[in-house]
């Protein structure tokens, strides 16, 4: 499958200049046709403001993401606010919606959780056999998350905001998730700065070994790269750790 992540500076909630901006940076690099799934950062039409007025998504901003799926006839990930929560939404190449998640651990360092609902469980979807699941920025310091979904999970993707400050951060937990659940890593980052903070961008794609098959650096743009479900699935026959997995207990 051939993935394309979507790096770019966020002008600070301006839907329309971000929708202005993502058009002509698809239109330039004139791969999105190529695709078969183009993922964004966290809140990508404003960047991660608390400002739910700003943030929500209204129905121009999904026909927005709708027209462009149809268009390219990708798989399109993205992110933005609806019904309170800090979504990531997926559509297929006919612009429906196939996965929304909602964030379900908010960022209390920057008060998220006094402005945005917490999500309350995790879903799934398929694109062309790849099992995803995905989560967004803050979530990733919570491996069980991921540990919980490994069994049914080939890829998952990570939307985020990520400040330049942590970026060591970024980098290590993407490459250990990969690494402990075998699986696929997508990380999706934002570039520039806000009012709030600088961003590192280093959107990577990590495989089940660990490797760094795609790092974005900090330049704005759409980079590609191709997964394979078929290494994940050769990763776990030939290193087969999960079945030497315990049951994690959640009873309360």
């Known amino acids: 499958m051939k993935v394309g992540i ?35 950062p966290e809140m990508t ?15 121009a901003d999904s026909d927005f993401f709708y027209d462009m799926a149809r268009r390219f006839g990708v798989y399109v990930t993205y992110g933005g606010v609806m019904y309170s ?10 612009g429906i919606v196939v996965n929304e998640y909602s964030k379900m651990h ?4 920057a008060d998220e959780h006094k402005y945005y609902s917490a999500g309350e469980k995790q879903s799934a979807f398929i694109i062309d056999s790849f099992r995803v699941t995905p989560l967004i920025c803050y979530d990733l310091r919570f491996s069980y998350l991921f540990w919980d979904r490994a069994n049914d999970t080939d890829a998952y993707v990570v939307i985020a905001s990520w400040p330049a400050s942590r970026v060591l951060h970024w980098r290590s937990l993407l490459q250990a998730r990969a690494i ?3 699986s696929y890593v997508i990380g999706v980052n934002r570039v520039g700065a806000d009012p709030k903070n600088s961003y590192c961008g280093n959107s990577m794609v990590i495989d089940p070994l660990g ?10 743009g759409v980079f590609t790269v191709e997964i394979s479900n078929h290494l994940v699935e050769e ?17 309360k």
């Open 106 to 109: 908010l960022f209390s360092y």
């Open 180 to 182: 402990e659940n075998q």
């Open 85 to 94: 929560g800090n979504r990531a939404i997926t559509l297929d190449r006919a």
């Open 45 to 59: 039409l404003t960047g991660f403001s608390m400002n739910r007025e700003k943030t929500t998504l209204a129905g």
């Open 235 to 251: 990763t776990r026959v030939k290193y087969p750790f999960q079945k030497d997995r315990r049951e994690r207990n959640t009873a």
């Open 6 to 40: 979507f790096q770019y500076d966020a002008l600070w909630e301006n839907k329309s200049s971000n929708q202005e901006k993502i058009r002509s940076l698809l239109d330039a690099k004139g791969t999105a046709e190529k695709l078969d799934w183009l993922i964004f």
């Open 211 to 220: 490797n760094i098959v795609l790092d974005c650096g900090d330049q704005e």
